[in-house]
């Protein structure tokens, strides 16, 4: 609780409208990738594609709707609420974007295996942020990295799934959330935490067309 309550503190109104507006345009592009994804997955794929798709893209719209609900409203009971669903809409974005990969690209047990793995810990994430179980926002960025690379796991196999084009954008997407961890933790940079979402919106442009291009429309 003192990490959440050092975070609220952190930004000036002029941080907070910055803030908003970077991720207020995520939801637009969740709301884009759901309508594409689901046009392209009706038309090139089958269920198994539609609703892996889906599913990434609902987790898209949920991160950001919570991400901006919680800068843009102004200290309240709500916006605590709101924080924590912020950062656990962390972990259903990561789980949701292992989805199509996993269902779509591996398959068979290299492919349930990750998808339950990840998911599962994606659970227990979301049930230390709703239960705080633990008050230090170091320990969930290091489930959240570890979540979210585990993927090197299954690197070969989803390599042979792939071609080179998908891996390149997976990875640089994954690259573009890391690095953004900088600015997430760097309080002193001013509008840090904007553009930290700034490296999260690229994340999510990056895997969304490696989901698209690579997963969805066959090559």
Not at 51 to 79: D, F, G, Q
Not at 103 to 115: C, H, I, N, T
Not at 127 to 134: A, D, S, V
């Amino acid at each position: 609780m003192q990490d959440r309550e050092r975070e609220r503190g952190c930004y000036t109104p002029r941080e907070e409208l910055f803030n908003s507006l970077t991720h207020g345009a995520g939801i637009l592009l969740g709301l884009a990738a759901l309508g594409v994804l689901s046009g392209f997955a009706s038309v090139y794929g089958d269920a198994r594609h539609i609703v892996s798709c889906s599913i990434y893209a609902v987790t898209l719209i949920l991160l950001y709707t919570a991400s901006t609900l919680y800068h843009a409203i102004p200290p309240s009971r709500a916006k605590e609420i709101f924080q924590v669903l912020d950062h656990g809409a962390i972990f259903l974005l990561i789980a949701g974007t292992y989805t199509p990969f996993t269902l779509v690209s591996l398959r068979g047990a290299w492919g349930w295996s990750l998808f339950g793995l990840i998911w599962g810990l994606a659970i227990v994430g979301l049930l230390c942020q709703f239960l705080n179980i633990t008050r230090k926002n170091t320990l969930m960025l290091a489930l959240y990295l570890v979540m979210g690379w585990a993927v090197v796991v299954a690197i070969k196999p989803l390599s042979a799934s792939l071609s080179g084009g998908g891996m390149w954008l997976l990875v640089l997407g994954g690259l573009a959330y890391t690095f953004g961890i900088v600015f997430y933790v760097g309080k002193r940079i001013p509008y840090h935490h904007a553009l930290w979402h700034i490296c999260v919106l690229l994340g999510s442009t990056l895997h969304f067309f490696s989901v698209l291009l690579y997963v969805v429309i066959p090559r």
